[in-house]
C-alpha cells in the first residue's frame, strides 16, 4: 500500500533559523506530489506542488521543495522562517489507482519570535 | 479564499442522534472527498466520488454514508452518532489534480 512519511511530528524554531521538513513517499509510478499547511481554526491550503519537469518547485510564501526521485523524497524547506509559519505541514501523493491523495501524518512547526 | 464550504464548523452532538455534514462546492468539479483527521494524524479518505450519483468508499472504513445527487453537494450522513465518530471532517474537491479543501466540521458526540 502506498504510504507517505513525514519524519518530524513537532518542529520548533527560532525567527530566521531555515527550515527543512522531511517527506518520503512509497510509490513506484508515477506521482504528483503536494505540500499543503493548515493555519490554526483554517483550511488546508495549497503551498506547492510537483507534477513534472524541474524537480526543484517554488510555492508561495518562500517555501520550495526539491523532488529527489531515486530516494523518493520530497522536502519542504524554507530558508529564513516567520512567526507566521506556525502552522501544520502536510505532503501528499496522488498517484494510487484511485487517483486519491494520500497524506502523511504532518509536521507542526511552531516559530518563536 | 475556497470556493467549497462546509456547514457546520462546530457540532456537539448526544450518541445514538443522526447527523448530516454538508459540503458544498461552486467550482464545478466532479470528484469530490471526505477525509477525516483526527489531532496528531494523517487524513485518512473515508469516501469519494468521481460524480453524480458515484459514490465509493475509501480507505477508512467508515460508518458514515455519502449521496451525490448533484455535482455541487456531497453530504456525509452519520444515522447513529458514537464518541468514536468524534473528529474532524475535511471535505474537498479537485480537478486536473489541484485539490481544495473546505474549512472541515468538527464534531463531538457527547
Known amino acids: 500500500a502506498q504510504s507517505v512519511s513525514q519524519h518530524n511530528h513537532h518542529v520548533i524554531l527560532s525567527e530566521a533559523a531555515s527550515l527543512e521538513l522531511g517527506c518520503n513517499y512509497s510509490y513506484g509510478g508515477t506521482v504528483n506530489l503536494f505540500w499543503y499547511v493548515q493555519y490554526p481554526g483554517q483550511h488546508l491550503q495549497l503551498l506547492l506542488k510537483y507534477f513534472s519537469g524541474d524537480p526543484l518547485v517554488k510555492g508561495i510564501k518562500g517555501f520550495e521543495a526539491e523532488f529527489i526521485k531515486s530516494k523518493f523524497s520530497f522536502n519542504l524547506r524554507k530558508p529564513s522562517v516567520q512567526w507566521s509559519d506556525t502552522a501544520e505541514y502536510f505532503c501528499?501523493?496522488?498517484?494510487?489507482?484511485?487517483?486519491?491523495?494520500?497524506f502523511g501524518k504532518g509536521t507542526k512547526l511552531s516559530v518563536k519570535p | 479564499e475556497a470556493d467549497i464550504y462546509q456547514t457546520p464548523r462546530y457540532l456537539v452532538i448526544g450518541t445514538g442522534k443522526k447527523i448530516t455534514l454538508e459540503c458544498s462546492q461552486t467550482m464545478g468539479h466532479d470528484k469530490m472527498y471526505w477525509y477525516q483527521q483526527d489531532p496528531g494524524m494523517e487524513l485518512h479518505l473515508i469516501h469519494y466520488?468521481?460524480?453524480?450519483?458515484?459514490?465509493e468508499k475509501g480507505d477508512l472504513s467508515s460508518e458514515s454514508t455519502v449521496s451525490r445527487i448533484r455535482t455541487e453537494h456531497f453530504p456525509l450522513t452519520l444515522e447513529s452518532a458514537r464518541p468514536s465518530h468524534t473528529s474532524q471532517y475535511l471535505c474537498?474537491?479537485?480537478?486536473?489534480?489541484?485539490?481544495?479543501f473546505g474549512s472541515g466540521t468538527r464534531l463531538t458526540v457527547v
Open positions: 501528499a501523493v496522488n498517484g494510487g489507482s484511485q487517483g486519491n491523495l494520500i
Open positions: 474537498a474537491s479537485s480537478e486536473l489534480g489541484g485539490y481544495t
Open positions: 466520488s468521481y460524480g453524480v450519483n458515484s459514490t
